[in-house]
């Protein structure tokens, strides 16, 4: 949420405040506990003029933005579109972007990190037994995890993403994402 150029700072904050209110309100009638959402950043700016080579303050400007955790989105895959109408409809003029993360992120690359170790020894047993050769001990190994950043991009309004009118829930696809792991495990040979 913005306010901009409000004559004096604790106007800023103040209208800010309200809008904040009313749009936290919005999200958490949506079905969003009050312990999902939270402040990631609060800042109040002086805006400035430039009359004659002289700075001179000509209002304020107060930011706020909120994340907001959406728990199993795959039971729900329309909430996130929920939430931003809602959001729009109470007069959020700002969003930063959408994104989506696995919450079991730690256990699912434990699984894939055991079976791309499990193939690295199959490959490296099958390429071994070609070479007419036996693998020995693990001299070294390393790993890579490739998890693209799935998210969706910024959204500038004005005066409330609804435009005081009827706002439509905006077409937010959650898709899918691979993780991979990548590992390189190097062996003696016998």
Do not use: C, H
Not at 30 to 37: D, M, R, V
Not at 116 to 125: S, V
Request: proline fraction near 3%.
């Amino acid at each position: 949420m913005e306010i901009s150029k409000v004559a004096k700072p604790e106007d800023a904050l103040n209208q800010l405040n309200e809008k904040m209110k009313q749009v936290i309100a919005a999200i958490e009638k949506s079905g969003i506990p009050k312990e999902n959402i939270q402040t990631q950043n609060y800042t109040l700016n002086p805006q400035y003029d430039i009359v004659d080579g002289i700075s001179k303050i000509n209002g304020y400007n107060a930011n706020q933005s909120i994340s907001v955790k959406i728990n199993e989105i795959n039971k729900n895959a329309n909430k996130v579109a929920e939430i931003i109408a809602a959001a729009g409809k109470a007069g959020t003029n700002k969003i930063n972007g959408v994104s989506f993360e696995a919450s079991n992120l730690n256990d699912l690359k434990q699984e894939a990190r055991i079976k791309a170790i499990l193939d690295a020894r199959t490959k490296a047993k099958n390429i071994g037994n070609a070479l007419g050769v036996k693998l020995g001990k693990i001299v070294g190994w390393w790993e890579n995890y490739i998890y693209p950043e799935s998210t969706i991009d910024q959204y500038y309004g004005k005066g409330g993403m609804g435009g005081g009118g009827a706002m439509t829930e905006p077409s937010i696809p959650t898709g899918s994402r691979e993780l991979v792991v990548e590992v390189n495990v190097n062996y003696k040979i016998k």
